[in-house]
């Protein structure tokens, strides 16, 4: 813990504070620790540390590799501990790879070229390909490699009996008995910003949670922002309280970063911008994400630039990057996609909601970054770990199974498994199904419990509020209408019923 500090730059910040002190005859040299403590109390210094401590010792718990002397915290690309699902990502990046090598070939280009200055980069005037552009891999290529990981060693295997979840890899998830325990603070018990706010006479608790929001985002000290937002965030007090938590409050140097990578765009031409440009444009069909489709476009492009992202991520996105020779330097190499994580269908779906928080491209950039780099990477890499994509599924399929077995099989029956169903849904984090703001609500309690274990449980608690339709359905196609419409579902109603309304199965 103490060398990781002595490496980050608030240590440089308060030496340089007391060194100044000392300097100008503002301190006695005897009474430097007394001096010390005054600038942590008195000053953001004190806050900035105690927050940088907090997220060391959150990542320790979270990561214990990180408590080697020789392990920097930033980088932490985790190794599968389980052999199958390791070799099953080796395989998924091979295909990945492949893919993107075949695309490469269609479109009988080199894979990096300097950019003619008379295009606009971010506007997509470079030219289309002349054939169906066909993404790397969507949601239903991942569902189909994760239930097909399967343990060996299990029983099942030598037995042949099966159960009725489309996942085969018996991972330990959550019973409702612990979701309530854990996300207690969900409770309709407990007042939460979006739902009791909106209830005729309570206006007040809408203006006492802006003002509480607005003393905490000043103070800033971590745990106590997530502890508010775990029952909700104003959306005037969003902007701020996000990029505290997810500590990524950009200054000058993140600024002057921003157009460093936004240049490399407006240089190179990469194959991979097909795909962003194909995906950004896919989403903007989208009633509520059109018009902020140029926003959307530029930070997706900076994205697939970005070379921090692999050292950021909380899992290592993946292998399946081609190199090839850099047109500004030949004595260089570069990866296709930089960021090493290769654009897929509805990917900007994920960045979309956050154009109705920021105004400024920049600071949306920096905390959709950091959104994806703590969370939204385990929604597309194959992992045994928690919140993992296949740890989310196991933990949909085991939630409906204990709460309505009998709309789970009638869902096999009729062809229209509900993990099928719901899969689309957690691997969006349910942007582009749910309303932004009831999606932005979701995110909340996301960030505040720093996990995604909410996600599969809403999908899980919306088929179960469905279930009558579902059983009432007797083909796949009256099931998929049953969820076409989604427009008035509320999320955190619907999560406090599903966790605490009703009995808990046993």
């Not at 210094?45 to 320790?60: F, S, T, W």
């Not at 590799?65 to 091979?94: F, G, N, Y």
């Amino acid at each position: 813990m103490e060398r990781h500090l002595k490496m980050d730059s608030v240590h440089a910040q308060i030496k340089r504070a007391v060194k100044e002190n000392l300097m100008s005859g503002g301190c006695e040299p005897g009474k430097v620790h007394d001096y010390v403590r005054k600038l942590l109390a008195e000053t953001e210094l004190g806050v900035v540390l105690r927050n940088r401590i907090y997220k060391l010792d959150q990542e320790a718990k979270k990561y214990p590799r990180l408590q080697s002397k020789k392990v920097r915290p930033q980088h932490k690309p985790i190794r599968e501990c389980l052999d199958v699902v390791d070799m099953a990502r080796m395989q998924w990046d091979t295909r990945l790879k492949v893919e993107l090598t075949t695309l490469i070939s269609k479109l009988n280009r080199k894979s990096a070229r300097k950019r003619e200055r008379k295009k606009d980069s971010s506007s997509g005037a470079d030219d289309a390909p002349n054939f169906p552009v066909r993404f790397v891999y969507t949601s239903e290529d991942l569902l189909e490699v994760i239930t097909s990981v399967s343990n060996p060693n299990f029983s099942g295997s030598y037995t042949r009996i099966i159960g009725w979840q489309l996942t085969k890899l018996h991972l330990k998830t959550p019973t409702v008995t612990e979701l309530r325990q854990r996300y207690r603070e969900l409770s309709p018990q407990i007042r939460q910003m979006g739902v009791d706010n909106n209830i005729y006479g309570s206006e007040w608790f809408g203006a006492e949670r802006e003002r509480t929001g607005a003393a905490l985002a000043t103070n800033g000290y971590i745990p106590h922002l997530k502890n508010f937002a775990k029952t909700g965030v104003p959306q005037s007090q969003r902007p701020a309280l996000w990029a505290r938590i997810l500590g990524c409050v950009p200054g000058p140097k993140e600024f002057h970063y921003y157009q460093t990578v936004k240049d490399r765009v407006n240089r190179v031409d990469l194959v991979s911008d097909y795909l962003v440009r194909f995906d950004v444009q896919e989403t903007s069909d989208y009633d509520e994400f059109f018009v902020f489709s140029d926003p959307l476009l530029e930070i997706m492009l900076i994205f697939s630039r970005d070379t921090q992202i692999p050292k950021l991520c909380s899992l290592l996105p993946t292998t399946a990057v081609i190199e090839t020779p850099n047109p500004l330097s030949e004595d260089e190499k570069i990866s296709i996609p930089p960021s090493t994580v290769i654009p897929y269908y509805q990917m900007s779906l994920l960045a979309a909601p956050f154009s109705f928080v920021y105004a400024g491209v920049e600071e949306m950039y920096f905390v959709w970054r950091a959104m994806y780099c703590r969370y939204f990477c385990r929604l597309h890499v194959l992992s045994s770990r928690p919140d993992s994509i296949l740890y989310l599924s196991r933990m949909f399929e085991n939630l409906l199974l204990a709460a309505h077995p009998k709309v789970f099989y009638h869902g096999i029956k009729v062809g229209a498994h509900p993990l099928r169903t719901a899969f689309p849904w957690i691997f969006t984090a349910f942007s582009g199904v749910l309303p932004v703001f009831q999606v932005l609500q979701l995110w909340d309690r996301v960030i505040a419990y720093d996990s995604l274990e909410l996600i599969p449980t809403l999908a899980a608690a919306i088929y179960v509020f469905r279930a009558e339709h579902v059983l009432a359905s007797k083909t796949a196609e009256e099931v998929h209408a049953v969820f076409k419409e989604t427009v008035h579902i509320q999320a955190i109603p619907l999560l406090q019923h599903f966790l605490f309304a009703r009995k808990a199965p046993s």
